[in-house]
Every structure is written in structure tokens, then in C-alpha cells.
């Protein structure tokens, strides 16, 4: 059943000169024709600045090393509220979606040594798609409404651990299990009422592993520079137990590079590489850049502009991403506790296919 299911999702996605029609999309469509759509390992501190400070961030599970400068105790958790303007030939939707994207909890063991774990959004597969179509029964053309949903995540669960080898160098590793489920439902509605409307609906389960290494170094008391690589193994969708599909998953690479040319104004920089080329059909390996600044202290200004691809569409080459974000923060209760605000624009583009989203986020963080 769940094969047939996602080669159904699969056509609608595909097939835009049916009358593809987007309902209630949770998520951006252009997920729709691979995995899902790729979460992000970043606090809300670091989306304000559009991932940049990611790899410097304790908060951000992007970099397992910057755990090192977490020396109490840490509590995080965010919360993003996304507002979608979906294109394609000859139709345009609004969605809203709400999500608890990430949670963190990191201490000090000790002897320069910092652990932490907490999950984040791996492959979000939430959607709800719909097709108009005219099928021939008997010889009689009978209009029809296809509907497609998946209501599900893939999430990861993150334990690593970071060592401060001297002053100047960080180092960390991780280990991450992928899990999460999707509820997915096909049905047609028949527009002639002499017909029964049909349904089909499944429920999947999803497992993977990971790892992931990285370093800090800080050759100046103002430059610190970040190196990390992730590699996860595949990952394997279920039904009841039984195996339905395996799909190779990225190894992941990156570089970054935090500069402090004063004590009130930060600048950053990462670029990241995955091979989501190998993951299956309508699959691409994506190189995606940030750039992002903070300035000033209680209040700082953080904004930051990113760019690159994502790794699924629905063919015809990866589907590109510009994206702008600004943001704030403050302390309260001595610094035990701290408030995020953030505001993320994005622009995607694929073949006949145009997205807009309006992000806001909200983090909150406690040092007990």
C-alpha cells in the first residue's frame, strides 16, 4: 500500500498541468519529491544571523566542538511559525505552519570536558497536496479530486561530546540516531455523487544513524575557525515492520570563520557541502553559503543573507534558496535566562515552481 502511496505523492508532485492544487501544505513543496525538507541544526540566536554563527554556537547542534564554550549548565528550545506563499502554473496558496524545531541541554563535566544532546528537525515530510483531474469510467468522463497527505518528521537524536585541548583548540564528536513517522493518506473524491469516494491510508516509520567530528581553532584572540564533517548512513522507511525503501543519506562538510574586529561587533562566515546527490531519484548534492554579523550588547542587532540549493524538486536541477534574517535578544534574571527573537525571509525557485516564506522564531534558553 505505502509503495503505491508514494508513487501517487510522487505523480501529483510531478504533474503540474493536471490542476495540482496545494491545500494546507505544511511544509515547502519542493520536499514533496524526495525525503522531505531538510531541517536546520541552528539555535535561533544563529538563524537571526541566516546560519552564520551556527558553527561558533553551543546552542546550535551544527558543530559538536562549540560545545566546549558551554561552562554551565544550558537549557535551550525554539519555537518557528512559518507563513508560505506557494506558486505554480496558474495557482498560488498561503500555509501556516508551527514548529518546535530544536531543544538542547549541554554541562561541564569537568577537566575542559562539555556534553550535551537534545534533537532537531532532520526531514520534515509534512504536506497536504490535491490534483483535479477527469477520469474515464465506462466510457464517461468523471471529475476527480485527488488528494495526497503525510503528517510526520524525521528527527535528530544527538549525544556528543567536547574537549578543550588548549586555549587556541576545540574538538567534538557526536553520535545521532534518526527516527521519527509519517501518517500518509491517498483518496479520490468523485464529483459525481452516484460514486463512492475511496481512501488508502498507512503509517511508515523511519531509522538512520550518524556521526559527526569538528574543531575550533582560535590562532588570534579575534579570529576563530571552524571545520566539521558529518557522515549519515542511509535511511530505511517501514511499514508494520516490513522494509519498504533504503535511501543513502549525505556526508556533510563544512568550514567557517568568526571574526571580532571590536568588543561590540561580530562578522561570520560558513559555507556546507552534502552529497544528497546519492539519496535517489529527483536528488541533488547541494554547496550552501552564509554571511551574518552581530553588533552591539544587551540588545545586539543580528542580521545575516544566505544562499544555495536545496537537495529535492521535481527535476530539471536542484531548486535554489535565498534567504535574509534579522534579529535580537536579551538577558534577564542575571543572565540565568535568555530570549531570542528572530525573522527569516526565504525565496525558493524550481522548475514551475516559486515559494516565498516569512519565518518567526522565538528562542528561550536557561542556565540554572
Known amino acids: 500500500m505505502s509503495r503505491v502511496l508514494r508513487y501517487l505523492i510522487l505523480a501529483a508532485a510531478l504533474l503540474p498541468g493536471v490542476g495540482v492544487r496545494a491545500l494546507a501544505a505544511q511544509d515547502s513543496q519542493f520536499g514533496v519529491s524526495g525525503l522531505g525538507t531538510p531541517g536546520r541544526f541552528e539555535s535561533v540566536r544563529s538563524r537571526a544571523t541566516a546560519g552564520a554563527f551556527a558553527a561558533f554556537d553551543p546552542l546550535s547542534?551544527?558543530?559538536?566542538?562549540?560545545?566546549?564554550?558551554?561552562?554551565?549548565?544550558?537549557?535551550?528550545?525554539?519555537?518557528?511559525?512559518?507563513?508560505?506563499a506557494i506558486e505554480f502554473p496558474g495557482s498560488r496558496t498561503w500555509t501556516r505552519a508551527t514548529r518546535f524545531p530544536v531543544l538542547g541541554l549541554s554541562g561541564s563535566i569537568g577537566h575542559g570536558i562539555t556534553i550535551g544532546g537534545g534533537f532537531a528537525t532532520y526531514l520534515d515530510k509534512s504536506y497536504d497536496i490535491s490534483t483535479r483531474d477527469t477520469v474515464d469510467i465506462r466510457g464517461v468522463p468523471v471529475p476527480v479530486i485527488d488528494r495526497y497527505t503525510?503528517?510526520?518528521?524525521?528527527?535528530?537524536?544527538?549525544?556528543?561530546?567536547?574537549?578543550?585541548?588548549?586555549?587556541?583548540?576545540?574538538?567534538?564528536?557526536?553520535?545521532?540516531?534518526?527516527?521519527?513517522?509519517a501518517r500518509v493518506r491517498a483518496g479520490r473524491d468523485f464529483q459525481d455523487s452516484s460514486y463512492i469516494d475511496t481512501f488508502e491510508a498507512s503509517e511508515l516509520t523511519y531509522d538512520g544513524f550518524g556521526a559527526s567530528a569538528s574543531v575550533i581553532?582560535?590562532?588570534?584572540?579575534?579570529?576563530?575557525?571552524?571545520?566539521?564533517?558529518?557522515?549519515?548512513?542511509?535511511?530505511r522507511a517501514r511499514e508494520n515492520g516490513t522494509l519498504l525503501s533504503r535511501n543513502d543519506l549525505p556526508t556533510t562538510v563544512g568550514a567557517a570563520l568568526r571574526w571580532q574586529p571590536g568588543a561590540a561587533a561580530t562578522l561570520a562566515a560558513s559555507v556546507v557541502s552534502q552529497s544528497w546527490g546519492s539519496a535517489g531519484a529527483n536528488a541533488y548534492s547541494t554547496v550552501n553559503w552564509s554571511v551574518g554579523t552581530e553588533v552591539g550588547r544587551g540588545m545586539p542587532l543580528r542580521l545575516g543573507v544566505r544562499g544555495g540549493h536545496l537537495p529535492f524538486g521535481p527535476g530539471g536541477g536542484a531548486p535554489s534558496e535565498f534567504g535574509i534574517a534579522g534579529g535580537t535578544g536579551f538577558r534577564f534574571s542575571e543572565g540565568r535566562g535568555l530570549i531570542d527573537l528572530s525573522l527569516?525571509?526565504?525565496?525558493?525557485?524550481?522548475?514551475?515552481?516559486?515559494?516565498?516564506?516569512?519565518?518567526?522564531?522565538?528562542?528561550?534558553?536557561?542556565?540554572?
Open 61 to 84: 547542534s551544527l558543530v559538536d566542538a562549540a560545545l566546549g564554550w558551554a561552562d554551565h549548565l544550558t537549557i535551550s528550545t525554539g519555537s518557528a511559525t512559518s507563513y508560505r
Open 217 to 235: 581553532a582560535v590562532p588570534l584572540p579575534s579570529l576563530s575557525v571552524s571545520a566539521f564533517v558529518r557522515s549519515d548512513t542511509r535511511l
Open 150 to 181: 503525510s503528517d510526520g518528521a524525521v528527527s535528530d537524536l544527538r549525544v556528543a561530546a567536547a574537549v578543550r585541548i588548549s586555549p587556541k583548540l576545540l574538538a567534538g564528536a557526536g553520535a545521532h540516531l534518526l527516527t521519527g513517522s
Open 344 to 368: 527569516e525571509h526565504l525565496s525558493r525557485n524550481g522548475v514551475g515552481l516559486r515559494e516565498k516564506v516569512w519565518t518567526f522564531l522565538v528562542g528561550f534558553t536557561v542556565r540554572p
